[in-house]
């Protein structure tokens, strides 16, 4: 069955740098992946989608590459803010209705 | 505000009882679904609705049945609550066209005792 992986250690960095966030998958390659910033007891929010045909996406301040060969996505947040702190969770779309959610990794950014 | 809204926020329930988690979106989404989050776990799939009229079981649907009640809402029972089902769960639905991804709800923190 596909599993995702994210690294369950939270990052830690300064404001100002870059954070990257892993998610690892295994098996087959899904037709998209997204990725969801969520806070502390409130419910998921999508940020971003990229298909399998897509290198790279770009949003504001945001960036998310998928690497079908290396089954790997990375999220990267340029320019950090103290407010960018929250959990951010990889989710792969598997067909039909179904999509499975990895378990998030905490991201801390320091003023 | 548009999206999905879930009540009750907050339940305590004993072994046993039973409860109704509701859920309603204003979207005009056609699909909805059932999740829980546990600690260290990814959301997992109880059921979800691709439609009115249907439902279908996702990953984790034992001891749990739901309702799509008309295109707006969509309910998660509990006929008989375990300690296991102890969970934070979240509605969500989604539009399918290309680019989309799920708008969830704000969760409801259920403990079984």
């Known amino acids: 069955s596909q599993k995702i992986e994210q690294n369950s250690e939270a990052l830690n960095i300064q404001e100002g740098k870059t954070a990257t966030l892993t998610c690892n998958y295994t098996n087959y390659s899904p037709a998209y992946l997204q990725w969801y910033r969520q806070d502390p007891g409130r419910g998921p929010v999508f940020l971003l989608l990229?298909?399998?045909?897509?290198k790279e996406k770009r949003k504001e301040r945001l960036k998310v590459t998928f690497d079908t060969t290396l089954k790997q996505s990375l999220f990267h947040i340029t320019a950090s803010q103290p407010a960018d702190s929250a959990t951010y969770l990889c989710a792969l779309y598997t067909g039909g209705f179904k999509t499975i959610f990895g378990a998030g990794t905490r991201l801390f950014v320091k003023a | 505000n548009a999206g999905v809204t879930q009540t009750p926020k907050f339940q305590v329930l004993k072994t046993g009882q039973s409860m109704t988690l509701q859920c309603a979106q204003d979207m005009n989404h056609n699909s909805m679904y059932w999740y829980r989050q546990d600690p260290g776990m990814g959301l997992r799939l109880i059921y979800y609705?691709?439609?009115?009229?249907?439902?279908d079981k996702g990953e984790v649907p034992n001891g749990y049945n739901v309702s799509r009640l008309n295109k707006r809402e969509f309910s998660l029972r509990l006929e008989s609550a375990a300690p296991s089902q102890t969970s934070v769960y979240f509605c969500?639905?989604?539009?399918?066209?290309?680019?989309?991804?799920?708008?969830f709800g704000s969760g409801t923190r259920l403990t079984v005792v």
């Open positions: 990229i298909r399998e045909n897509e």
């Open positions: 609705s691709a439609s009115e009229g249907t439902t």
């Open positions: 969500a639905s989604r539009d399918h066209r290309q680019g989309y991804g799920y708008t």
